[in-house]
């Protein structure tokens, strides 16, 4: 996996400089954007996380996390700011937020959410791997091969699918072969995981 980036955005030239510094003396690599559209233009955007001030011109903080979550963005959000309020603070943290933090910010404090959020931006970016692969060996079944599919998971046995589809059930084994060996697993279970995973059941 590529190495993580703090994407630090913050209208405050000066501070977004100050503590973009600091991170990088403790070893991160930040990139800056003085504004979310700013953000919102980056075309090669790296995994970690983002360091967001709440109050800025144009797209505030709260208004890129919204943007973020409808994107389905798995990038932790670090709020930072010197106007928050408990309000503020708990809706950011109901939407997904790692943290909430205000300035000025604790060196040691700020680097340990970062931490944190690259940790679980890992993980998300784990998760987010195997579920892309899933759907992709899903992708790879013969629509025939998928309308089995679709009924082994359901719980029916091999004379009702055929008796469902107009086949044999030697034809009914053949592809329940097939999609075991093209899915890569071992049993119905793990079929019905799968779909689970995919939200592929009714």
């Known amino acids: 996996m590529q190495e993580a980036v703090v994407h630090f955005i913050d ?5 977004r400089t100050a503590v973009s510094r600091l991170l990088g003396a403790a070893g991160y690599t930040v990139r800056q954007y003085a504004s979310g559209d700013d953000f919102l233009r980056e075309q090669d955007l790296a995994g970690g996380c983002i360091l967001l001030d709440i109050g800025m011109p144009g797209l505030s903080g709260v208004q890129l996390q919204e943007h973020l979550n409808a994107r389905n963005s798995i990038l932790p959000i670090i709020f930072m700011t010197g106007q928050g309020d408990i309000a503020t603070s708990v809706r ?4 997904g937020a790692e943290d909430f933090l205000c300035k000025p910010v604790d060196q040691a404090q700020l680097c340990a959410a970062i931490e944190r959020a690259f940790e679980r931006y890992r993980s998300s970016a784990r998760d987010h791997s195997a579920h892309q692969a899933l759907a992709a060996r899903v992708a790879r079944l013969s629509p025939r091969e ?4 679709d009924l082994v998971i359901t719980g ?20 329940r ?11 119905v279970a793990e079929l019905v995981a799968a779909a689970s995973e995919l939200r592929l059941l009714g």
């Open 92 to 95: 950011t943290i109901k939407a």
């Open 177 to 187: 072969a097939a999609i075991v060996e093209k899915m890569q697993m071992r049993s």
């Open 11 to 15: 209208d405050d030239d000066s501070l």
């Open 156 to 175: 029916l046995l091999n004379k009702q699918i055929a008796d469902r589809l107009g086949m044999t059930e030697r034809t009914v084994k053949a592809h």
């Open 146 to 149: 998928r309308q089995v599919f």
